[in-house]
């Protein structure tokens, strides 16, 4: 929020940011009870009171959709944009739509660039290229117990939601 009051520019809520994280995602069943916790417009605005927010976002979407994302919707007509979001957002664009085949490593609290490659046809998805990030650190540094403490901790959910609706559809087969 410093940024947004330093330089004057107000903050959109989007919805289809907060979809990447497993916490909050189409495809995780607890997310629908997560998502009516989050805080207003009107709380948000009265914690931030030197920020000025626009109207929230009223496209509910997924993060990366079938031939589109929502970066994508949101740079549309622009040449730039800054896009808040979660460190599952980055590595999500890398592996979806810019061709990664290994997870990004996403220090944390990090910046990257991404400039995206308008689908030429209808039919083709939008793509985008990784251009690295504004100010690299050192991800050595940060002492971690486990690999998996880098993940997001609802995405379990995520597995155990795929594994029970994968024994459904077979049963239903």
């Known amino acids: 929020m410093p940024f947004a009051?330093?330089?004057g520019v107000?903050?959109?809520i989007v919805h289809g940011l907060g979809e990447c994280c497993a916490a909050l995602s189409s495809r995780n069943p607890s997310s629908m009870l997560r998502w009516n916790r989050?805080?207003?417009l009107e709380k948000l605005q009265r914690l931030c009171p030197g920020v000025a927010f626009v109207e929230v976002d009223s496209t509910r979407e997924a993060f990366?959709?079938?031939h589109s994302t929502c970066l994508g919707r949101l740079a549309q007509g622009r040449p730039r944009i800054i896009a808040v979001s979660h460190r599952e957002s980055i590595r999500a664009l890398a592996s979806h739509r810019a061709g990664y085949s290994a997870r990004l490593p996403?220090?944390?609290a990090c910046v990257a660039v991404f400039r995206c490659i308008w689908a030429t046809h209808a039919c083709?998805?939008?793509?985008?290229r990784h251009e690295?990030?504004?100010e690299a650190c050192n991800v050595d540094s940060f002492q971690r117990q486990s690999p998996a403490e880098d993940d997001d901790p609802a995405a379990v959910e995520l597995s155990t939601s795929t594994a029970s609706q994968t024994v459904t559809g077979t049963q239903a087969l």
């Open 10 to 12: 107000p903050i959109q």
């Open 38 to 40: 989050l805080l207003t």
């Open 106 to 108: 996403t220090p944390y």
């Open 5 to 7: 009051e330093a330089f």
């Open 132 to 134: 690295g990030f504004v």
């Open 124 to 128: 083709s998805a939008e793509r985008w």
């Open 64 to 66: 990366i959709g079938r």
